[in-house]
């Protein structure tokens, strides 16, 4: 068992043992604000917009393809129901239990559509719900794109703007 260090004073008693650690030199002269923005900044910290973005447009890339009509249909259906944490566990599902609501009267022709979102990981429902909120239907991959991407890629088309064909 590790001896008791015995009380702390000065920084340590603000920032906790860590702080020490990152100023050596000034452990008895740290000052009040560095040693709060030392434990805001740690527990404050969220991944940059632009980088959640990313992630979640690497994410869509991912799902299969639907008709854009059904995209745009879904972006609607995501954009008048209300999601709050509980979607958190399972959004595919509960998308795929929307999605059956909202077109009993359809038929079968969104079946496809339910059984898409309910086969979705937590991310690519969740990089689905972002997009359909944003009214980003664009981003969302539909079977003619796919197509289009693929015969560029066939035919040393660029379809991403990246000059160099090893990063397609």
């Known amino acids: 068992m590790a001896p008791d260090p015995g009380p702390t ?4 008693e603000f920032g906790g043992p860590g702080i ?3 100023f050596p030199r000034y452990e008895d002269s740290v000052s009040m604000p560095a040693v709060l923005l030392f434990r805001v900044g740690r527990a404050g910290r969220i991944v940059p917009g632009d980088i959640l973005q990313a992630f979640l447009a690497a994410e869509l890339r991912s799902v299969s393809p639907l008709p854009g009509a ?3 249909w879904l972006g609607v259906l ?4 209300r999601i709050d944490r509980s979607w958190s566990e399972r959004p595919g599902s ?3 239990d929307a999605v059956r609501r909202a077109s009993l009267d359809r038929g079968a022709e969104f079946a496809e559509l339910a059984e898409a979102c309910a086969a979705w990981t937590r991310v690519q429902a969740l990089a689905v719900i972002d997009a359909c ?3 980003d ?3 969302l991959p539909t079977r003619d794109r796919v197509q289009q991407t693929a015969d560029a890629r066939d035919f040393g088309v660029d379809p991403t703007g990246d000059a ?5």
Not at 164 to 168: I, K, M, S
């Open 78 to 81: 995501v954009r008048t129901i």
């Open 164 to 168: 160099d064909p090893r990063r397609w």
């Open 94 to 96: 509960l998308l795929a």
């Open 137 to 139: 239907i664009a981003a």
């Open 70 to 72: 059904r995209w745009e």
């Open 9 to 12: 004073s000065g920084p340590a």
């Open 133 to 135: 909120q944003r009214d």
């Open 20 to 22: 020490s650690r990152l």
